[in-house]
């Protein structure tokens, strides 16, 4: 009885996050419908922009005509939208290469900023959150909030230019700029980015302690917190076992929203250190127009921001036995 | 050292502390002494200190209440001595706790098992095999269904009586010396409460722990205790053993506990003689539930089933069920706010709308709901004479001072100082809350107010001063009233008619005077026969709760009684293969009943 009511919410789970997927692989073809349409109500296409001011009508038009721009607008979004699933999303005007060798240049180093900042900020963030959770109204409680909080209030390239001014200029124990090539070791690759690192963290970090503190004082009042007490459990282990399997959810609930900001939200980090990620790629295509390269980035962002809200709720689901098996 | 008390409380004194930073008791000169075996009740109304006192003894006190003096000693150990390390090892292991609702109380994330050897885990006892093996018969002891794989589940999974026994299991599986039980039956239904009391007695009591109950229910606490304690505003008022506490207390708050307890029959006000006009409400053969309709005219999760009844003007009907049996969807329908699958509402011999969307403004005010809680029913950012405004804006089209005056009157319906005008209403009492809740209700002058359970998250003092005041309301406004409960020994002291729902079917229906004397159906028997008397030895003598006799395989016929899994009078080739009639009883003189049952007034006597 027991093997098969856990087999049927297995399979009630899975049903669950397949419709979940599903959810959101349609969230990113209306976001895909939107991306295409406002790139058209912008002035001017591509077929201007590579003539220039001087071109004449008729030119314009038959180079439209080669370019397949005059065709009705839902047959290129088709066409666009079958690039960007084939791994072809266009060629890129200004850097006149194709879009995805531009991106693929670009991606792996926002990935791997991304990807470490979250390696340090969500162990940091989870133990502020917890030790400040167990010592509610105490004095570390207190002193881990005015931090958090006046980490949220600070603007980040205020942190980045104190940073630089700190280990940079007086320290002069990390470079000022992030210096990133393909020969690189880690030797080399880490000093160089451990300040966006840090500045990046100081924003997330602040975030999801703050979430995650809320998240566990929310279920310390429960009668079943104090059961466990009344059992004899210890105070660290009544958080990691009792209280943690039901706020887990809200935490990775918060956890995807701070770190989503992590791709497309690095941008001032990236052009303070000059960092060669995808965001500060998306601002300089937004400034010459690069609709292609544009709306590819759009896409990335996007599809980044629904896979990590799609992780934060199958674990959701996973986490809470009523939703496993109903 | 064999006539030392096991269990001994001297001078114990438990203070908080208020906004303003002072410290104040709020339990003090507790005074109290158990031998090994014994059961000890504290028994008093909320706010009395009964379950902070019962804390204590595991050395705990909930955030911003602290021990502040005494002693509290259990066999050697004494309790204000020792730091946190020390309390949790005894905690869980030498002292168990047993919590009032165990469906809170349960971890939602975690399987049963692993909760209920956790104690034994931690305190490194005994292997994880073994715990398991342990708990797997205390189940079994505990007459759990499935002992073999109950411990796969989870909480919401499970019914309220099983968690309850379950937590029992928890308790009991590193054989504590003392078990603390905090209302571990105060939400259960009467007919599971049994159930679980007769589990208590015979797992918990008779393997020799030392116990101490708390619970607010004399009757209760009549079956279990060796030794009462009655407690009130952090006090003792008095304390002895069971019997002479029962039957001869000295105390007069324990006279006034004693009496609530045992709510006055009323007698049924006189009906002046009207033609025989249509009743002021009447429901006919309404059939209820959530989700779509499917082809069979059934919702997809129905409640109700073919629901028939009348209320005169003036009149009272009580409505009883177990808690799932759909007593408060009946006010839900007749309130508009689920609209029935099929079946009619008639106000005054009119058809209502079904749902809200079609009702006139006069038709909202001619019914009107009284909800259970008063805490959460009432806007507590309003003051008593806004909430009570209102109604009279909305209705009436009163204002200034003349919905002014009509609120003063409204406090003087209901028993409250006019100097409760300004009052929040997070700054009143639950009596209070319940009281503005239902001059909310009459503030429209409705016809027929509905009232779900209101008194069932009272204290049985306050509670029995909020039917008082429904009497006299009813005596003075003639406002007709359906009474919902859970509680058959209230309805019966208070209604004139009664209805008995179970599954959402209709088994008993009849005037009050048909459910003072045998026969009944065998639900409403069931009903009657949990309700527990005060006194020694009830427990062990009620026949309700036994063992239905065997029966074979129920055929499919969807009408079949719906209480047939439960029934102790259940007929073998008649029950699970016929649907039963509806028919009446005859009772000699004492009036008669609707009953849906196969069995008639002779065969359901021996009952």
């Known amino acids: 009885m027991a093997g098969a009511s856990s087999q049927s919410g297995m399979k009630a789970a899975l049903t669950l996050t397949t419709q979940r997927f599903a959810s959101s692989l349609l969230t990113l073809l209306l976001v895909s419908v939107t991306i295409f349409v406002i790139a058209q109500l912008l002035p001017g296409d591509a077929a201007q922009e590579a003539l220039g001011q001087s071109a004449t009508a008729e030119q314009i038009a038959a180079l439209r005509h080669e370019m397949g721009l005059d065709r009705p607008a839902y047959v290129r979004y088709a066409d666009w939208l079958g690039g960007m699933v084939s791994g072809n999303p266009g060629q890129s005007m200004v850097a006149n290469m194709p879009v995805a060798e531009v991106i693929a240049e670009r991606l792996p180093n926002s990935l791997l900023l991304a990807a470490l900042t979250a390696l340090v900020a969500v162990p940091v963030a989870l133990a502020i959150g917890i030790g400040s959770a167990m010592n509610r109204g105490g004095r570390i409680d207190r002193a881990l909030n005015i931090a958090t909080l006046s980490m949220v209030a600070v603007p980040e390239f205020l942190v980045a230019t104190i940073a630089v001014l700190i280990f940079s200029v007086k320290l002069r124990w990390l470079p000022s700029i992030a210096l990133v090539s393909d020969d690189m070791t880690w030797g080399e690759y880490l000093p160089g980015v451990a300040m966006p690192i840090l500045t990046l963290s100081v924003v997330v970090i602040a975030q999801m302690a703050r979430m995650t503190r809320a998240a566990v004082i929310d279920q310390m009042d429960r009668p079943y917190v104090e059961m466990a007490v009344l059992k004899g459990v210890a105070p660290v282990q009544v958080v990691l076992k009792h209280i943690m399997p039901n706020a887990i959810a809200p935490i990775v609930n918060a956890m995807a929203l701070s770190l989503s900001y992590l791709l497309g939200g690095a941008v001032i980090v990236e052009t303070i250190f000059n960092y060669p990620g995808l965001a500060s790629l998306m601002v300089n295509a937004v400034t010459s127009r690069d609709m292609p390269l544009l709306q590819a980035c759009a896409m990335i962002f996007c599809a980044a921001y629904l896979l990590l809200m799609l992780i934060a709720d199958v674990t959701a689901i996973l986490a809470n036995p009523r939703l496993r098996a109903q | ?607």
């Open chain 2, 1 to 607: 050292m064999s006539d030392r008390p096991h269990v001994e409380v001297q001078g114990l004194v438990v203070t908080a502390r208020n906004p303003a930073g002072e410290t104040f008791p709020i339990v003090s000169g507790i005074d109290f002494a158990l031998k090994r075996g014994e059961v000890l009740a504290l028994i008093g109304e909320s706010g009395s200190g009964k379950t902070t006192i019962a804390l204590t003894l595991l050395g705990h006190a909930r955030p911003g209440a602290t021990i502040a003096g005494g002693s509290i000693r259990v066999g050697d150990a004494e309790l204000t001595k020792l730091d946190r390390g020390a309390l949790a090892q005894l905690r869980g292991n030498r002292i168990a706790y047993i919590a009032q609702s165990a469906a809170s109380a349960f971890n939602p994330s975690r399987t049963i098992m692993d909760q209920v050897v956790e104690p034994a885990m931690i305190h490194r006892l005994m292997s994880r095999a073994a715990a398991e093996r342990k708990a797997v018969d205390l189940f079994r002891a505990l007459a759990l269904p499935f002992p073999d794989t109950i411990g796969a589940r989870y909480p919401h999974q499970l019914s309220g009586g099983q968690l309850q026994r379950l937590m029992a299991a928890m308790a009991l599986i590193t054989d504590p010396e003392l078990v603390i039980l905090d209302e571990p039956t105060t939400a259960l239904d009467v007919t599971t409460q049994i159930e679980v009391l007769r589990a208590f007695k015979a797992v918990v009591l008779e393997r020799g722990a030392t116990a101490i109950y708390v619970s607010h229910d004399l009757a209760v606490v009549a079956q279990m205790a060796d030794q009462i304690v009655v407690l009130n505003h952090g006090r003792i008022r008095e304390a002895g053993a069971a019997a002479q506490i029962l039957h001869a207390p000295a105390d007069d708050y324990t006279r006034t506990l004693m009496a609530a307890a045992r709510p006055a029959i009323r007698p049924i006000p006189a009906k002046a003689d009207l033609p025989a006009a249509a009743p002021l409400l009447e429901i006919r053969n309404v059939t209820a539930g959530y989700g779509k309709i499917g082809k069979d005219g059934l919702p997809r999760v129905p409640v109700l089933r073919d629901i028939n009844l009348t209320i005169e003007r003036g009149g009272t009907l009580g409505v009883i069920g177990e808690s799932g049996s759909g007593k408060s969807t009946i006010a839900r329908v007749i309130a508009g706010l689920l609209p029935p699958a099929s079946g009619q509402v008639l106000l005054d011999g009119e058809p209502l709308p079904p749902g809200l969307d079609g009702r006139s403004r006069e038709q909202f005010r001619r019914i009107q709901l009284v909800f259970q809680n008063a805490d959460t029913a009432l806007n507590p950012a309003h003051s008593v004479g806004q909430i009570l405004a209102r109604p009279l804006a909305f209705y009436a089209g009163l204002k200034g001072n003349a919905a002014h005056l009509r609120v003063l009157e409204l406090l003087d319906l209901i028993r409250l100082p006019a100097s409760l005008i300004d009052r929040n209403i997070g700054g009143l009492s639950g009596g209070q809350k319940q009281r503005v809740n239902l001059a909310r209700a009459l503030a429209a002058d409705p016809q027929i107010i509905l009232c779900d359970e209101v008194t069932s998250a009272l204290d049985t003092v306050v509670g029995a001063a909020i039917l008082e005041l429904m009497a006299e309301l009813r005596r003075e406004l003639g406002i007709a009233t359906m009474f919902i409960s859970h509680d058959i020994s209230t309805v019966r002291a208070i209604c004139d008619d009664i209805l008995v729902l179970y599954s959402g079917t209709m088994v008993e229906t009849g005037p009050r005077s048909a459910f003072a004397t045998a026969p009944f159906h065998p639900y409403t028997d069931l009903l009657i026969g949990s309700v527990p008397e005060m006194r020694a030895g009830w427990l062990e003598e009620s026949h309700a709760g036994a063992a239905p006799p065997p029966i074979g395989a129920a055929g499919d016929h969807p009408d079949l009684c719906r209480f047939l899994p439960r029934c102790a009078a259940r007929v073998d080739g008649l029950c699970n293969i016929t649907p039963p009639p509806r028919h009446g009883l005859d009772k000699g003189s004492a009036g008669a009943s609707r009953i849906l049952c196969h069995h008639g007034d002779e065969s359901l006597i021996p009952l």
